[in-house]
């Protein structure tokens, strides 16, 4: 299974962009993140997996990209713009990762609560990614 090379490929895309990034159990989040801006990656679920020597393995990816709190209002907004953007953004990197098949569904919801301590402003996105490799 590509478990790992699909963390590394976000972790590369998340770091290029100048976040922090983490992972791990959506439990220790907030214990884990200590310094803004950064990236929690969910532990990737296997949907699907097919093929035999042609392996293609289906993930449900979770990211919550974070940053230091905005309170209300315009700016708050306009942070959030700035989050989805970055979204946007890893969400293409990892096309162009090579064990990377195919990337589908984007979707990208402010959070509506801090996750963390530090009360930064969050969004999460959630998308598809499919690994195409030979065993």
């Known amino acids: 299974m590509e478990r790992k090379s699909l963390m590394e490929a976000v972790s590369g895309a998340a770091e290029r962009l100048g976040y922090v990034f983490h992972t791990g159990p959506d439990a220790l989040l907030g214990a884990r ?25 289906t993930y449900a990816v979770r990211v919550c990209f974070m940053t230091t709190g905005v309170s209300g209002g315009d700016a708050a907004e306009q942070v959030r713009r700035v989050l989805e953007a970055d979204a946007a953004a890893l969400y293409g990197m990892l096309r162009e990762c090579g064990r ?14 801090p996750l963390t301590p530090l009360g930064e402003t969050a969004v999460v996105a959630e998308f598809e990614a499919e690994m195409f490799y030979f065993d």
């Open 33 to 57: 993140v200590t310094a803004l801006p950064a990236v929690w990656l969910s532990v990737p679920v296997l949907k699907k997996a097919s093929g035999r020597r042609e392996r293609r393995d």
């Open 100 to 113: 990377v098949r195919t990337v589908r569904g984007l979707k990208v919801t402010p959070a509506e609560k």
